[in-house]
């Protein structure tokens, strides 16, 4: 059983906005790091976003870099990512990941995806 669950994806037009959010089923998100992936079809999976336990700060990779935001909403046990100016090449399955640290290359706990399809 999947101890995250992603929701929030569909089809957008290239330009356009979408919010991603990652749900715990048993997990306090607060003590992990949540790691957002995507993989398109016949590519390699892609780390494209890391918010650390607790406060700790986030980082994103260069292909999303300046366009997608994570963030923490621990009330409600909650991490989202904001998707702006959405490009073709962002076409992907999105999943979240708890990790002990985003440095860390151990992944504790997947959700099952959400896929984001950017077409005109």
């Known amino acids: 059983q999947e101890q995250l669950v992603e929701s929030g994806g569909g089809l957008v037009q290239p330009g356009g906005s979408l919010t991603l959010s990652c749900a715990a089923s048993?997990?306090?998100?607060?003590?992990?790091?949540i790691n957002w992936f995507r993989q398109a079809p016949g590519k390699e999976r892609e780390g494209i976003s890391c918010?650390?336990?607790?406060?700790?700060?986030?980082t994103y990779s260069d292909s999303v870099k300046g366009r997608f935001t994570i963030s923490r909403d621990n009330a409600k046990n909650m991490v989202y990512l904001q998707m702006n100016s959405l490009k073709p090449e962002d076409t992907a399955i999105y999943y979240c990941?708890?990790?002990?640290?985003?440095?860390?290359?151990?992944?504790?706990?997947w959700g099952q995806g959400t896929q984001v399809t950017v077409s005109s």
């Open positions: 990941a708890a990790k002990s640290r985003c440095d860390s290359d151990y992944v504790g706990a």
């Open positions: 918010i650390d336990y607790g406060d700790g700060g986030s």
């Open positions: 048993e997990l306090t998100l607060w003590a992990y790091a």
